[in-house]
C-alpha cells in the first residue's frame, strides 16, 4: 500500500468518525433546545412553529460541536491506529507522521472554511430566526429585553447598560435617557433592583447610590442620590422581538462598528470604547471557534497516539477534558469584554494559539 493511499485511509477513516461524532455531539449540546421544545409542547403550542425553533436551534449547536467532534474523532481514530501498531508500520515504511496526517489536516481544513461561513452568517440569522418564533409564541417581557455586559437600545431614546442581572436583582448600571426632547441625562448606580408594572407592559428600576447627570434643565449638573425610579413603559408586545448584536452577520457588525459613533451618539468615550469593545470581540470570537477545529486536532492526534488504549470512553472523556480547558479560557477572555484596554478580541486567539503551538511541538516530537 503506497504512502498515498494510506494517507487517504486514515483522511476517510477520520471523516467517517467525525460525521458520528458529529451526530453524537450536536444531539448533547442541542439538549437546551430539546427541553425547550418539549416546554411548547407541554403548552398545547402547534407543531409547525416547534421544528421552526428546534431547526433555527441547530447552527449554535454545530458551532460548538465541529471542533469538539474533530477532537474526539482524532483521539479515536489515531488511538486505535497507534493501538494496533498501524502508525509504527507506517513510520517503519518511511512516512513521517506529518505525511500520515496530511489527509485530516486537508479535512479539518475544509471544516474550519465551512465554520467560518456557519458561525458569521448561517448562526446569526438562525438565532435571529428562532428569537422571532419565539417571541410570536408568546408575550415578550420587558425584562427579556435586558441585555448583561453590553450596551442595548432598550427603546430609540433610551440606551442602558446592565453589568450583571441576576433575577430581580441589577448592578453596574449605566443609562442615557433622551425621552425629555433637546437634553440627554446620564444615570449611573451601583446596584439596584428591576421589575414589571403596567401588567407586564412597563419596565420599572429602583436605582441605589445614583447619579443624575444632567439633574434637569433647572440644575445642569450632576446630582447624587441614594434612591432613584425609574420607568419606561410600553415594552411588553406579543408577536415582535428585537434583534441585538448577535443577530447581525459579521459584515453587519463591521459596518455597525464603522458608524458607532452616530449609532450611540449619547454614549461618553469610555462607554463607547465598551461597546467597540463588546462589537470586536464577537466579530473575533467567531473566527476563533472556527479555527479552534484545527488547533484542537493538532494536540489531539499526539494526544491520541501516546494514550495506546483500546477504551472509546477514555477518548470522549479526555476530548471533554481538552475541550473544556480550551472553552474556559474562552470564558475568560469574554469576562474581560468590558476592559477594553486589556484587549479582549486579541485574547479570545489566545486559546487557539497556545494549544495550536503546543500540538505542532508535540507532533513534531512524534514524528
Wanted: net charge positive; aromatic share 8%; charged share 20%.
Amino acid at each position: 500500500m503506497g504512502s498515498r493511499t494510506l494517507d487517504r485511509y486514515v483522511g476517510l477513516d477520520f471523516l467517517l468518525t467525525f460525521v458520528m461524532a458529529m451526530v453524537f455531539v450536536t444531539f448533547a449540546t442541542s439538549i437546551g433546545a430539546v427541553f425547550k421544545v418539549m416546554d411548547l409542547i407541554a403548552r398545547g403550542v402547534p407543531w409547525v412553529p416547534i421544528v421552526k425553533i428546534f431547526l433555527y436551534s441547530m447552527p449554535t449547536s454545530i458551532v460548538m460541536a465541529i471542533p469538539l467532534g474533530c477532537l474526539v474523532s482524532c483521539l479515536l481514530i489515531y488511538g486505535r491506529l497507534s493501538d494496533d501498531g498501524e502508525v509504527m508500520a507506517m513510520q517503519t515504511l518511511g512516512l513521517g507522521l506529518g505525511t500520515i496526517i496530511r489527509s485530516t489536516i486537508v479535512v479539518v481544513v475544509g471544516l474550519v472554511i465551512l465554520s467560518l461561513y456557519i458561525n458569521h452568517e448561517v448562526e446569526p440569522r438562525a438565532h435571529l430566526w428562532r428569537r422571532t418564533e419565539q417571541a410570536r409564541l408568546r408575550s415578550v417581557s420587558p425584562l427579556d429585553l435586558i441585555e448583561e455586559g453590553r450596551f442595548f437600545h432598550i427603546t430609540p431614546q433610551v440606551t442602558m447598560y446592565i453589568g450583571h442581572r441576576r433575577d430581580d436583582r441589577i448592578k453596574d448600571v449605566r443609562i442615557y435617557d433622551s425621552r425629555e426632547p433637546g437634553l440627554v441625562r446620564e444615570i449611573q448606580a451601583h446596584h439596584g433592583r428591576v421589575y414589571e408594572t403596567g401588567e407586564g407592559k412597563n419596565l420599572a428600576m429602583d436605582l441605589v447610590n445614583a447619579r443624575i447627570n444632567p439633574f434637569s434643565r433647572d440644575m445642569p449638573k450632576a446630582v447624587y442620590v441614594d434612591k432613584w425610579a425609574l420607568e419606561i413603559e410600553q415594552l411588553g408586545q406579543k408577536g415582535s422581538y428585537r434583534p441585538d448584536e448577535e443577530d447581525a452577520r459579521s459584515t453587519e457588525l463591521w459596518a455597525s462598528l464603522r458608524n458607532l459613533r452616530s449609532e450611540y451618539a449619547e454614549l461618553d468615550e469610555k462607554d463607547l470604547a465598551i461597546q467597540r469593545s463588546f462589537i470586536l470581540f464577537e466579530i473575533n470570537r467567531r473566527s476563533a471557534m472556527a479555527f479552534s477545529s484545527l488547533a484542537l486536532i493538532l494536540i489531539g492526534i499526539p494526544l491520541g497516539i501516546r494514550s495506546h488504549r483500546k477504551s472509546t470512553g477514555i477518548g470522549v472523556a479526555l476530548s471533554l477534558v481538552i475541550f473544556l480547558a480550551f472553552y474556559m479560557t474562552t470564558l475568560l477572555a469574554q469576562s474581560l469584554v468590558k476592559v477594553p484596554a486589556a484587549q479582549p478580541h486579541l485574547l479570545i486567539w489566545l486559546p487557539v494559539v497556545i494549544f495550536g503551538a503546543l500540538g505542532i511541538r508535540l507532533v513534531r516530537r512524534k514524528d
